[in-house]
T-cell receptor, first 111, second 115 residues
Framework: GQSLEQPSEVTAVEGAIVQINCTYQ??????LSWYQQHDGGAPTFLSY????GLEETGRFSSFLSRSDSYGYLLLQELQMKDSASYFC????????????FGTGTRLLVSP | DTAVSQTPKYLVTQMGNDKSIKCEQN?????MYWYKQDSKKFLKIMFS???????INETVPNRFSPKSPDKAHLNLHINSLELGDSAVYFC??????????????FGPGTRLTVL
């Protein structure tokens, strides 16, 4: 089977740094992505890691360790608007983009 | 606006009815998807079409039938609706490249409630 595990909820205050972890177990692995979803909204793409290491995009960074089947999303200088659900997703095939999504982490940012 | 659009946004219907959800993208992508997001926010792929050809067909009841009249449209028809079909259905699109990854663009979702 295929599974991606994330913490169900994380809380933090404005200006803080938070890390959302993702561990995966999939039959194939061709990269780890992160998506953000606000309540009532659509998932939107944040980042993608195909190789081990850290990818930085503004206040958000994503890390991957393929040997540990583990990745994380790091959010810095948190803002209220960052309150949302965050999903990791594994691209499980080399051809067309079948994404297997994690269980999702709800991030609550307080003043 | 360039985007993925879905209609309707909300759909409330009785058990046993048949309903359709429509999706259109004007991003010029060649691959489209249907996802189901349940009440626990678990997001699961149902179908995917590339250039009007079905390429991903997950374990979905055959009451669900996707149809892609062209690359820009992917519709979802559901027969004999059941209570368990209540969920948010998202359409998405991307440009498929076998050797690289592209992000998927999601539509606003259709909240289906079966009474």
């Amino acid at each position: 089977g295929q599974s991606l595990e994330q913490p169900s909820e994380v809380t933090a205050v404005e200006g803080a740094i938070v890390q959302i972890n993702c561990t995966y177990q999939t039959s194939g692995f061709y990269g780890l992505s992160w998506y953000q979803q606000h309540d009532g909204g659509a998932p939107t793409f944040l980042s993608y890691n195909a190789l081990d290491g850290l990818e930085e995009t503004g206040r958000f960074s994503s890390f991957l360790s393929r040997s540990d089947s583990y990745g994380y999303l790091l959010l810095q200088e948190l803002q209220m608007k960052d309150s949302a659900s965050y999903f990791c997703a594994v691209r499980a095939n080399t051809g067309f983009q079948k994404l297997v999504f994690g269980t999702g982490t709800r991030l609550l940012v307080s003043p | 606006d360039t985007a993925v659009s879905q209609t309707p946004k909300y759909l409330v219907t009785q058990m046993g009815n048949d309903k359709s959800i429509k999706c259109e993208q004007n991003l010029g992508h060649d691959t489209m998807y249907w996802y189901k997001q349940d009440s626990k926010k678990f997001l699961k792929i149902m179908f995917s079409y590339n250039n009007k050809e079905l390429i991903i067909n997950e374990t979905v009841p055959n009451r669900f039938s996707p149809k892609s009249p062209d690359k820009a449209h992917l519709n979802l028809h559901i027969n004999s609706l059941e209570l368990g079909d209540s969920a948010v259905y998202f359409c998405a699109s991307s440009q498929a490249k076998r050797t690289s990854y592209n992000e998927q663009f999601f539509g606003p979702g259709t909240r289906l409630t079966v009474l």
